[in-house]
């Protein structure tokens, strides 16, 4: 069978929810994935004999309760939310607890109050913007009824709170979120932790103009019905990642692993069907592309079919990842400084101040990396046993700043970042270096090839004002359909953007299928 209602282009969970739901209202529906199984940042491997790693994503904290509705994700039946542990040499860590740090441990009580009314109103403010993220983006001059109720929801709401708080939520969207967090918090761990998550994955630091909105964006995402929640699933981010798999098969879905595609079938602007790298074709004419859109346009696209100016700005995308990937295989458990054994199974920082996050910024802004990085850590072998032996464990970091493009290299410049990876891990839990069977560490570079990511960025583009909503990810393919008749985006490229929501997924086959009925 060769001919199809929809071909979906890449297997990861974006390309696996737009397929879902397009098979459920009764399309026949293909999906072509480059690498030998489907999962996407969900894709784990072995990197020692006997242990087992997650995929590059090791968290939850965006997905969206509709996607998980639609797709019957048993996989999350068994999670318990995460806990956040911020590490600090002085000896007792800070706990948050609940969704986004609703119950404080460690902290003294006028620092819990005051981080209590910042929590308040960032939530308040991002689920602002979250009526935003969950819909399709206005398209400037085509204004819907939708958009106009969006629009008026929002102002409602600001309204709601009164004058004051309307002012704030206009001062503070575009400000950094490093001055946001000194109007509030005098606990360094409590701010450093606002400066990493601010900026984990982007290319900001957190006295950088607009670093606020890293963190608007992960609050409005959420997790077992808590807003800035977190978890990791039971069974660890393997058994998310064959739930999305199961979901499709289910509806229905034919899923092709090892069929990377070579080109995008389009004449006078309308597509057709893809051609395989073996020679195959397959014909639709929907095709949905859940893979970076600079692949999309720039490999897989004849130029003659978009147009120069359409090109340039698909160029123009910044989509440079800053952050490394560390697994490590160890004989046992960590034991870290402040933290309990029962503390363990939490997303663990090392993320003492603001100016530590700031000062571990600034060598990636002339392509080097930091002597001091900031990370996250957890344990998955925790959540998965099955990821390393009896007794044994795995541990996974995500490090910032990385730069794509080392001054001096990778090749001479990895091995030196991750002996500085290790002492940091070592000052912070004692003895551990000792404990390592094996460590891999994977730059952008890396990334990129290991898990087809332009720049091995995991947004796939920046999440920064210039590169959101109507220019997501660029203007004239902001509603996830492009200048190609029956071409529609659906990777973290496109609206809202990176994490696993599946919302890029969904909201492009609920356009797919609004266009249907029109």
Not at 484 to 512: D, E, V
């Amino acid at each position: 069978m060769t001919s199809f209602d929809v071909i979906v282009i890449g297997g990861g969970h974006n390309g696996l929810t737009a397929a879902t739901k397009l098979a459920k209202s009764g399309r026949k529906v293909i999906v072509v994935e480059a690498a030998d199984r489907v999962g996407g940042a969900l894709r784990g491997d072995e990197f020692h004999p006997g242990f087992r790693a997650d995929g590059l994503a090791h968290i939850v904290n965006r997905l969206d309760p509709e996607v998980a509705t639609l797709l019957d994700l048993s996989a999350i039946e068994n999670a318990r939310p995460a806990s956040t542990a911020v590490l600090s040499m002085e000896g007792t860590a800070a706990i948050l607890e609940g969704g986004y740090g609703e119950r404080l441990i460690g902290v003294s009580p006028n620092e819990e109050q005051a981080f209590a009314a910042l929590r308040r109103k960032l939530l308040f403010q991002a689920d602002i913007l979250k009526r935003f993220l969950r819909r399709p983006p206005p398209q400037i001059g085509n204004i819907t009824a939708g958009d106009l109720a969006a629009f008026a929801s929002a102002g409602f709401g600001l309204i709601r709170k009164g004058r004051e708080e309307g002012r704030d939520f206009l001062r503070m969207l575009l400000m950094n979120v490093a001055d946001v967090a000194d109007e509030y918090l005098t606990d360094d761990r409590l701010k450093g932790l606002l400066a990493f998550d601010a900026t984990l994955g982007i290319h900001l630091g957190p006295r950088s103009p607009t670093s606020l909105l890293g963190l608007y964006y992960r609050l409005t995402g959420e997790a077992m019905g808590a807003a800035g929640a977190q978890f990791i699933p039971g069974g660890g981010m393997g058994a998310l990642a064959a739930a999305f798999e199961s979901a499709a098969v289910e509806a229905g879905v034919t899923l092709r692993c090892g069929s990377a595609v070579a080109r995008i079938h389009a004449d006078h602007g309308t597509v057709s069907g893809i051609v395989l790298a073996n020679g195959e074709e397959l014909t639709a004419p929907v095709i949905v592309s859940a893979i970076h859109p600079k692949t999309t346009f720039l490999q897989l696209v004849d130029p003659a079919e978009t147009g120069t100016g359409f090109l340039r700005s698909i160029r123009n995308i910044r989509s440079r990842g800053n952050v490394a990937r560390l697994d490590l295989a160890l004989d046992h458990p960590p034991e870290f400084i402040g933290l309990g054994t029962g503390q363990l199974k939490s997303r663990i920082v090392i993320s003492r101040s603001i100016d530590h996050v700031e000062t571990a910024f600034n060598p990636a802004k002339y392509g080097e990396f930091s002597a001091d990085p900031a990370m996250e850590i957890v344990l998955p072998s925790l959540h998965d046993t099955s990821l390393a032996p009896s007794g044994a464990a795995t541990l996974s970091a995500l490090v910032q700043f990385a730069p794509y493009d080392l001054k001096e290299g990778w090749e001479s410049g990895k091995p030196k970042f991750e002996a500085i990876i290790l002492d940091v891990l070592d000052r912070y839990a004692p003895g551990i270096r000792t404990s390592v069977r094996a460590s891999r560490l994977m730059t952008p570079k890396e990334i990129e090839t290991t898990y087809h990511m332009p720049g091995g960025h995991w947004h796939h583009g920046e999440l920064q004002a210039d590169q959101l909503l109507v220019n997501r990810p660029v203007n004239a393919a902001s509603g996830y359909a492009t200048p190609l008749k029956g071409l529609y985006l659906a990777s973290a490229g496109a609206h809202p953007g990176g994490g696993i929501s599946g919302l890029p997924g969904l909201i492009a086959a609920r356009t797919i299928l609004a266009g249907d009925r029109r």
